[in-house]
Nanobody, 124 residues
Framework: QVQLVESGGGLVQPGGSLRLSCAAS????????REWYRQAPGKERELVAV???????NYADSVKGRFIVSRDNDKFTVYLQMNALKPEDTAVYSC??????????????????WGQGTQVIVSS
């Protein structure tokens, strides 16, 4: 099992910056990718950024050039640095970990676990 604990978030003015953190514990070696999602009121959940085991990253078009996903392998922590924030970035941000569990007979089962979510409000 993998557990995720988020920190960061809060209220920031447009143009400001925030950094979110997501610390993992448990079966770290089973994780293939760490992800950041967000969900604004009345909207569907959106994948914001992903960082994979090999270090490759992808971003939603809406945040490219403004958000940076990174990781500290020693701390099993992933960060989302959010710069040049806009009011439309206001949402609940959640981290996730995606990976594979293997049963005793070697059968793999995909999983995705979630952090508790943290509110980001961009407003003057």
């Amino acid at each position: 099992q993998v557990q995720l604990v988020e920190s960061g978030g809060g209220l920031v003015q447009p143009g400001g910056s925030l950094r979110l953190s997501c610390a993992a514990s448990g079966s770290i070696s089973s994780i293939n990718a760490r992800e950041w999602y967000r969900q604004a009121p009345g909207k569907e959940r959106e994948l914001v950024a992903v960082i994979r085991r090999d270090g490759s990253t992808n971003y939603a078009d809406s945040v490219k050039g403004r958000f940076i996903v990174s990781r500290d392998n020693d701390k099993f922590t992933v960060y989302l640095q959010m710069n040049a924030l806009k009011p439309e970035d206001t949402a609940v941000y959640s981290c996730a970990a995606e990976g594979l569990h293997y049963s005793d007979n070697g059968t793999p089962t995909a999983y995705r676990v979630w952090g508790q979510g943290t509110q980001v409000i961009v407003s003057s």
